[in-house]
C-alpha cells in the first residue's frame, strides 16, 4: 500500500486511509477482471456500463477536488503570503525537506474514489 503512505495523520485520516486502501484492492481486482474479459470479448453491455460510468463519474470527482484544493491554495497564498499545506496531495514526502504535515498520496485516494464509483454502479445496475 504505498501508494497510500501517510505522515502524521489523524484517527479520522487513519481510517479514510483504510478504507480507501480496501476499495483500491478492489478497484485493481475489478478492473483485471474487467480487462481480461473484454480481452476474450466476455463482456455484456451492462458491465461495459458500468465501467464508463465509473470512470466518468471518477473523472468528474477528481477534478473537482482537485479544483478545489487548487483554489484554497491560491487564496491562502493572496491572503497571506504563504503556501497552505493540503492532506491529498502529489508526489511522495520527502522528510528532509521538512514537510512533516499530514500527507495523502493523490492516486491512491483517486484510485479509491474510482474504487467506490465502480462499487456503487455495481450495486445500482445489479
Known amino acids: 500500500m504505498a501508494f497510500f503512505y501517510g505522515t502524521n495523520l489523524s484517527w479520522p485520516l487513519v481510517l479514510l486511509v483504510i478504507i480507501l486502501g480496501l476499495f483500491f484492492f478492489y478497484a485493481i481486482v475489478s478492473t483485471l477482471i474487467f480487462l481480461i474479459n473484454q480481452a476474450h470479448k466476455r463482456n455484456d ?66 484510485l479509491g474514489i474510482f474504487a467506490i464509483f465502480t462499487y456503487i454502479f455495481k450495486l445500482r445496475y445489479r
Open 45 to 110: 453491455e451492462l458491465v461495459k456500463k458500468i465501467m464508463v460510468d465509473s470512470l466518468a463519474s471518477t473523472a468528474v470527482v477528481i477534478i473537482l477536488v482537485h479544483l478545489v484544493q487548487m483554489i484554497a491554495r491560491i487564496e491562502y497564498f493572496n491572503q497571506t503570503g504563504g503556501d497552505l499545506h493540503l492532506v491529498i496531495t502529489s508526489g511522495m514526502v520527502i522528510h528532509s525537506l521538512g514537510d512533516i504535515g499530514p500527507h495523502l498520496e493523490a492516486f491512491g485516494f483517486d
